[in-house]
């Protein structure tokens, strides 16, 4: 079946450094992806996201690229700090006439280094 | 602030014993879902509702049931629990992202989850 999934499940960034998540997916007919971080304990939470017809959206310290040649979607957290230590999840979004379903992948805990 | 809210945080139930989760929210969004997340794994969608149309994930349990008695308010109840649905049962909603005029506004936005422990 479709999927959405994450190349690695853990990642270690000595503060201050620049962190890279990748996520792979593979419904061609998702048209809207979204990044999600997850502290211990919590909901997740929205970051950033990016709809199919962009390959690129900024926010604040964070960058998404989506690459829809090879079905790739990456995160980039700029200058990270010790509250960026969570799990993300990269998400891909269905609609169909108003059946929103949304895709996880599973996970990459992202552990930032004083 | 607008918001998704989940009572209780914490739920302890009995193996057997039947329990609702509950899930408000003041954002006024067309979409509610309930997910079941367990350690260290992806929220799993359990079904949703678009108004009142109730969607029920093929893979879900008959032992979940969903009622959404208004706009604000969706209720997970769990019919018979098991040791193997203790987890994090998240709430989240949205508007459709197709009926916004951009991004972010279709998003799931998610509560902080009710902790289901059945003893």
């Known amino acids: 079946g479709e999927s959405v999934g994450l190349h690695l499940p853990t990642l270690s960034v000595q503060e201050g450094d620049n962190s890279i998540i990748n996520c792979a997916y593979s419904?061609?007919?998702?048209?809207?992806f979204i990044w999600y971080k997850q502290e211990s304990g919590k909901g997740p939470q929205f970051i950033i996201d990016?709809?199919?017809?962009?390959d690129k959206r900024q926010g604040q310290r964070v960058t998404v690229l989506l690459n829809k040649t090879v079905k790739h979607l990456s995160l980039q957290i700029a200058a990270t700090q010790p509250g960026d230590s969570a799990v993300y999840f990269c998400a891909e979004n269905w609609s169909n006439f108003g059946n929103e379903k949304l895709t996880f992948g599973t996970g990459t805990r992202l552990t930032i280094i004083p | 602030d607008a918001m998704v809210i989940q009572n209780p945080r914490y739920q302890v139930t009995q193996f057997g014993k039947p329990v609702t989760l509950s899930c408000s929210q003041t954002l006024n969004h067309n979409v509610m879902y309930w997910y079941q997340q367990k350690s260290s794994q992806a929220p799993k969608l359990l079904f949703h509702y678009y108004d009142k149309d109730f969607n029920n994930e093929a893979d879900t349990p008959d032992n979940f049931q969903s009622r959404r008695p208004n706009t604000s308010f969706c209720f997970l109840d769990i019919r018979s629990p098991g040791l193997g649905d203790a987890a994090m049962y998240l709430c989240a909603t949205s508007r459709p992202h197709w009926t916004s005029g951009g991004p972010g506004q279709g998003t799931q936005y998610f509560g902080p989850g009710t902790r289901l422990l059945v003893l």
């Open positions: 419904n061609s007919a998702s048209d809207y």
């Open positions: 990016i709809r199919s017809n962009m």
